[in-house]
């Protein structure tokens, strides 16, 4: 059963990464609300597989013009997994298939982009809207963060991720969006790649689940690598 279908959620908001899809939802009446983090996994289930599948893993598939789909945790253990790095994954398959996934049903879709897609937002807003979502809103990826940490008057958000580092600037309590910027190939799988011939994507899922060894080596080099990428 989706999330949206529990509790009625009416307003959903979506933050798509390669490494994690982050969601946010509430019920603005009730005040439900919860949150949930998936891996930015994909997986095409063939109609001979779907027909294994159990009832759980049936009614978690997502059809998407003319083929079946498992996200996150799921489509680790079905289906045939895709590159999640490859030519527009983000734009045309990820946002709409776990949008559909763990949104579906809610008035309001709110999404946090990073700067290094917001070209792509005319893209993502169609995807969306093929999916059947209707009220879509964009806003630039460190807004949360920001708001965490109680808004304050001035601030630089960096969001370090799997593909790129996010930097969020806030000047006078407003977020200025001409000002933020992305960082592309400076992210965890970047840096990993250099230590390792190892699977660099599942290192990284690594580090984000706390491996003590990774997150020592990262807290003493990741910083001088990256330094070093911008000199």
């Not at 630089?156 to 991720?161: E, L, R, S, T």
């Amino acid at each position: 059963m989706k999330l949206s279908q529990v509790k009625n959620y009416t307003i959903a908001v979506m933050d798509p990464g390669y490494g994690n899809f982050k969601f946010a939802l509430a019920n603005l009446e009730t005040n439900d609300y919860t949150e949930n983090i998936q891996p930015s996994i994909i997986s095409r289930v063939p109609s001979w597989e779907y027909e294994k599948l159990d009832g759980i893993g049936q009614s978690a598939c997502v059809s998407w013009k003319g083929e079946k789909y498992l996200v996150g945790t799921l489509a680790t253990i079905y289906g045939l997994t895709l590159p999640s790095l490859s030519k527009n994954w983000l734009t045309d398959l990820a946002c709409p298939l776990f949008a559909l996934s763990f949104c579906k049903g809610v008035e309001e879709l709110y999404v946090m982009l990073s700067p290094s897609d917001w070209d792509q937002k005319p893209i993502i807003e169609q995807s969306l809207k093929e999916a059947g979502f209707d009220k879509i809103y964009f806003a630039a990826q460190g807004t949360g963060a920001w708001l965490d940490v109680g808004a304050p008057s001035n601030a630089i958000v960096i969001d370090i991720g799997f593909n790129t580092v996010d930097v969020f600037i806030v000047l006078n309590k407003t977020p200025i969006r001409e000002l933020c910027f992305a960082l592309k190939e400076c992210g965890l799988v970047s840096f990993v790649e250099k230590l390792t011939k190892d699977d660099p994507v599942l290192l990284a899922r690594r580090l984000e689940e706390g491996d003590t060894i990774l997150s020592e080596k990262v807290t003493t080099h990741y910083f001088p690598w990256l330094f070093e990428k911008l000199e």
